[in-house]
């Protein structure tokens, strides 16, 4: 018991590739395990009820973090494993002849089934039957079955669109290869958010990739703040080397060794470069820390403080709601001979409004005789940096998904038995069909295809 406590509480990536291992371990279980050890696990209870478990869990899935859990990972093994034992190992790559065994045997699942008699000898009727298969596209394979009395009968096995039964095969392929890409991303892959200021670097978690982010530049949509554009001017090093340069947007990302950088969101800084005050008709320019004079004044103005959407939380302290810009505010500190009067936040968007800081609490106050006119904020970029190895595996085996549904559903494996058997007066004809869907449309082409050969045959019913 201590053992497999000790298992189950390593680390998540040692678990990864135990549970890896027990993975390829069980797909090789199924391949090469006798197939009377593996039948329990082709029934229909057990399919039902193992897919309806992993739904359950996927749909819990979806509200706590269980795809990584150990319990989980070996319910897709066990998927694995079930799909292997229940159509890969029993590929339909080898032909299906005709066994030799009795009438009866060969009409064990036909579904039509009609005997018609010729009078002309069977030597004549083989050729007639041949050239009314191909007529019909019937792809046929020819033997000799004897029956209980141990009388010779010419056998056609006949088929058209036996491709069919491909559909279930590359459906049960796919859903492993679904798998495996998945697990492989799981394993393997990673996806991580970096936000760089301009003008920044920034070092990447799990890539000894090092980006710079040159310039960042966005555009709104004409008397709006929404953006309509926003893009990234990225340098990406790796080992001091420069392994990439582009400008991303968020429908142009960059990709190196199969690492994706996308234009993923931006924001504002809590920091600013310049900001424009209208004072008394008189525009003022001021930068972080710098000391500016208010003209015709003993006043000294000076800020250092900057949110991009100044709201107030509880306890009436300023913070940033967001870093969208909704409401942009700078902090104003009145000097006098260099001591500080007071500070004063005030808000871009709204001049009507101005809080007063005491302590560390923002008071609402008069509005003092000035206004923020415009801000030059520090902007940074959001990444968001990917890379999933699976990803191929799982877009291929997606494709192969849907090859496998229009197989399965939009095609009708259709087969056809015709046994000749010479008589005394003629050769005697009997046929049997086979359909795996639409009995109906079946139904329609054995009667033409019986009716064609009595013609052919000169047959009597």
């Known amino acids: 018991m201590q053992i497999f406590q000790e298992f189950f509480q390593l680390s998540l990536d040692i678990l990864e590739w135990r ?21 329990p696990f082709r029934s229909v209870r057990f399919n039902v009820g193992l897919f309806f478990v992993i739904a359950v869990a996927s749909a819990v899935g979806t509200l706590l973090d269980i795809y990584h859990s ?40 036909v579904s039509q089934r009609e005997e018609t008699f010729s009078h002309k000898k069977i030597s004549e009727v083989l050729p007639l039957i041949r050239s009314v298969l191909k007529e019909i596209n019937y792809r046929y394979e020819e033997t000799e079955v004897h029956d209980e009395q141990k009388e010779k009968n010419h056998v056609f096995a006949a088929s058209r669109f036996s491709f069919q039964r491909w559909g279930d095969f590359v459906l049960h392929v796919s859903i492993v290869g679904i798998l495996a890409g998945n697990l492989l991303g799981a394993l393997v892959g990673f996806d991580e958010s970096l936000p760089i200021r301009e003008n920044a670097k920034a070092q990447m978690v799990n890539r000894d990739y090092e980006i710079e982010l040159k310039d960042f530049d966005i555009q709104y949509y004409e008397g709006s703040q929404n953006p309509s554009l926003y893009a990234s001017d990225i340098i990406v090093r790796n080992k001091g080397q420069v ?5 991303i947007t968020v429908n142009n990302p960059l990709d190196i060794e199969g690492v994706r950088f996308y234009q993923a969101f931006w924001g504002m800084a809590d920091e600013f470069r310049s900001a424009q005050l209208w004072i008394g008709g008189n525009e003022l320019e001021i930068r972080p ?173």
């Not at 549970?19 to 593996?38: D, E, M, Q, R």
């Open 70 to 109: 150990w319990w989980f990972w070996c319910l897709l093994a066990l998927m694995a494993f079930n799909v292997i034992v229940c159509k890969l190992r029993f590929h339909p790559l080898k032909k299906r002849k005709v066994p030799d065994v009795s009438l009866s045997h060969l009409f064990l699942k």
């Open 289 to 461: 820390g710098e000391s500016t004079t208010i003209s015709g004044t003993p006043y000294v103005i000076r800020a250092n403080s900057f949110l991009p959407t100044f709201d107030l939380d509880e306890q009436s302290r300023p913070l940033t709601r967001d870093h969208e810009g909704h409401n942009p505010a700078l902090l104003i500190e009145f000097l006098e001979k260099g001591e500080v009067l007071g500070k004063v936040w005030i808000l871009r968007d709204r001049p009507d409004l101005a809080f007063r800081m005491v302590g560390d609490q923002a008071i609402r106050t008069q509005v003092p005789p000035f206004r923020l006119r415009e801000i030059d904020p520090v902007l940074f970029s959001g990444l968001q940096i990917g890379y999933d190895p699976g990803a191929p595996l799982f877009w291929i085996f997606s494709l192969m998904l849907l090859v496998g549904l229009c197989l399965h559903f939009y095609f009708h494996q259709r087969q056809l038995r015709v046994v000749v058997t010479s008589k005394k007066n003629g050769t005697r004809i009997l046929i049997g069909g086979w359909n795996s869907r639409a009995p109906q449309e079946f139904q329609a082409e054995f009667d033409r295809f019986n009716n064609r050969l009595s013609q052919e045959c000169g047959c009597d019913v």
């Open 19 to 39: 549970f890896l291992a027990l993975f390829v371990t069980i797909l090789l279980l199924g391949l090469f395990l006798p197939k009377n050890w593996i039948q």
């Open 243 to 247: 392994v990439a340069q582009k400008k």
